[in-house]
């Protein structure tokens, strides 16, 4: 099995959190960051080892977070993203960014500004590299409700060069239910939407997914991991035919999941949920697609085929729109 050669799609990738490492060492100087040596950039920019939980992982962002300071860097960015994915193998490409957390302690980008570099960055790729992708814009749950108001906004009044809306963040403490309306005005504008759901290794985590498809519209689920635990939200994600868009490495040093071993990747697969395969935050995690092709083998037994059918659940449920998405990928898309 060559995974290399395989075509593939990318459903669930963060942009600010894509960044290839030399990138990171051209820009780290500038924002103050000393960088001598491997376990320096370890210690600001890379997670190679289970956090404690979501959150401690979500408090290391930060530090990359500190280096997305101007336009030129942003489009830097989603230029290389794309760059990357396409010698990953991945023909079909979503990228989600949360405008607040880009903007966050850089008062010279507003949420325009940052989406202006990103797309220009995007576009310039597209036409360098065979791969189509899109935008997905993120609403932080936990910063106050008026900043998840001018998010939608924001992302409604773009929607010609956003596919979707999605909601992320730490679940623990932070209800979906009360987003509802902005997801369902965004909806109703033909944006689509993904929801960060059922990852935080918490009581009831299961049951979030369920809040995400009945009170926000949620076309597809972030991670959904935590279904396993409960037959009955496996049979739900079935009926509607929800995608999810799993992240093994990722599930595992956020510490969804207690190991990689115990990933339940084939068990939610075999039980027929629609399965997709994605990396996640690449940069951070120092993996790419490939790695998680590999996992999936060497772990989890796939073969070609099943590793073939989650790359065709991803085409189908990828929310480019078919007649571009269909020019780039090799077989018949739903």
Known sequence: MNIAKMPKVELHRHLELSIRKQTLLDLAPQFGFKIENEEDFKNHFLIDKPMVNLGSVLNKFLDTQKLLGNEEILERVAYEACEDAYHEGIKILELRYAPTFVAMNHPNLDFQTIHNAFVKGIERAQKDFEICAGLICIIQRILPVKEAEAVTEFAIDNKETFLGLDLADNEEGFDSKPFSPFFLKAKKSGLKVTVHSGEANVPGAAWFVKDAVEHLGADRIGHGVRIYTEPEMIEYVKSKNVPLELCPTSNYLTQAVDTIESHPFRQLM???????????????????????????????????????????????????????????WPHPII
């Open 270 to 328: 075999e039980a027929g949920v629609t399965t997709t395969i994605n990396t996640d935050d690449p940069g951070i995690f120092g993996i790419d697609m490939n790695h998680e092709y590999q996992v999936l083998v060497d772990v989890h037994n796939f073969t070609e085929k099943e590793l073939a059918d989650c790359a065709q659940n991803g085409a189908n449920a990828s929310f480019i729109k078919k007649e571009i998405k269909q020019k780039f």
